[in-house]
C-alpha cells in the first residue's frame, strides 16, 4: 500500500466505515485524522471524519471537517446532507 496512495485510501475508508458502523467513534476520529493528514484531498475520509466528530459531539470540529469536504466536491450529495 505505501506504493500506492490511492489504495491506501481506500483502505482507511474502508476501515473508518466498519469503525463507524461498529460505533466506534473516538477510533474513527483517531483513524480519519491520520488518513486526511497522509491523503488531505480525499473527501470521502473529511465526511466520515466530520460524521465520527459529530457523534462525539463535536459540532465546530465536524463542520470544519464537511467544510473541507465540500470545498473538494462541491456538488457531492453525502457531504451536503451530513453538513445539513
Not at 473508518?16 to 474513527?28: C, E, N
Not at 484531498?41 to 473529511?46: A, E, I, K, Y
Amino acid at each position: 500500500m505505501l506504493e500506492n496512495p490511492a489504495a491506501e485510501a481506500e483502505a482507511l475508508l474502508a476501515l473508518a466505515r466498519l469503525l463507524y458502523q461498529a460505533q466506534k467513534f473516538v477510533d474513527g476520529e483517531r483513524l480519519t485524522a491520520h488518513g486526511v493528514g497522509q491523503h488531505p484531498d480525499q473527501r470521502d475520509l473529511w465526511n466520515i471524519r466530520g460524521v465520527c466528530l459529530r457523534m462525539l459531539r463535536l459540532p465546530g470540529e465536524a463542520l470544519a471537517a464537511f467544510d473541507v469536504a465540500v470545498s473538494l466536491d462541491p456538488l457531492f450529495p453525502g457531504t451536503l446532507i451530513n453538513r445539513g
